[in-house]
């Protein structure tokens, strides 16, 4: 009997015991858990606050470049064009264009009134007269100085005058004459050779 009641002692403080003991592993196997949970969130947290300080980095630059661009808007460039200047350009231009047209009239006005004035199909007038002896030709279409010289020579020939008008005897007769630039109607000064 006392066989019987210390192996059931024995087995009611191994019941009461196991219960503890599996409690005791049980605990520690939670005590784990949350250490590790514990860990994890610790690594998380060191992340975010990684995060969080290269975000405020970020922000303070973007925060000086937005100063520096407002800086650089309220400063006016001078080479920059606004739409106020191109407004004020164009109100310029349909001025100025306003007082050509206005000009154009008023010259159109003048030159009309002064051919109403003028006499019509009038010819230049004539030179003043020369005191040496001479032809006085109006330049005709397609003539040259030597076709003019040629026809006053042949003339005298014909009039039975031997002495022969040159070239230079007519520059020199007209000392403002350009023989490569004459118009038609010009007046020309013929000496004549005798």
Do not use: W
């Amino acid at each position: 009997m006392k066989r019987l009641l210390l192996s059931g002692l024995f087995l009611g403080a191994t019941c009461l015991l196991q219960p503890a003991t599996t409690l005791a592993q049980g605990s520690s196997l939670e005590t784990r858990a949350l250490r590790e949970d514990y860990r994890r969130l610790q690594s998380q947290l060191a992340d975010l606050l990684e995060a969080h300080n290269a975000l405020k980095s970020e922000l303070s630059k973007l925060r000086t470049e937005v100063r520096q661009l407002r800086a650089q808007a309220a400063t006016k460039d001078p080479a920059a064009v606004t739409r106020s200047d191109l407004e004020s350009l164009a109100k310029s231009i349909r001025e100025v264009d306003r007082k050509r047209v206005q000009d154009k009239d008023v010259i159109l006005k003048e030159m009309q009134a002064f051919l109403r004035s003028g006499p019509t199909g009038a010819k230049p007038p004539a030179p003043a007269p020369r005191s040496e002896k001479g032809f006085t030709h109006i330049v005709e279409a397609n003539q040259t100085i030597s076709a003019i010289v040629a026809a006053y020579n042949a003339k005298l020939k014909a009039q039975g005058v031997t002495k022969r008008i040159t070239l230079k005897s007519v520059l020199d007769a007209n000392p403002n004459l350009n023989p490569r630039t004459m118009r038609i109607g010009q007046s020309l000064f013929i000496p004549d050779p005798r």
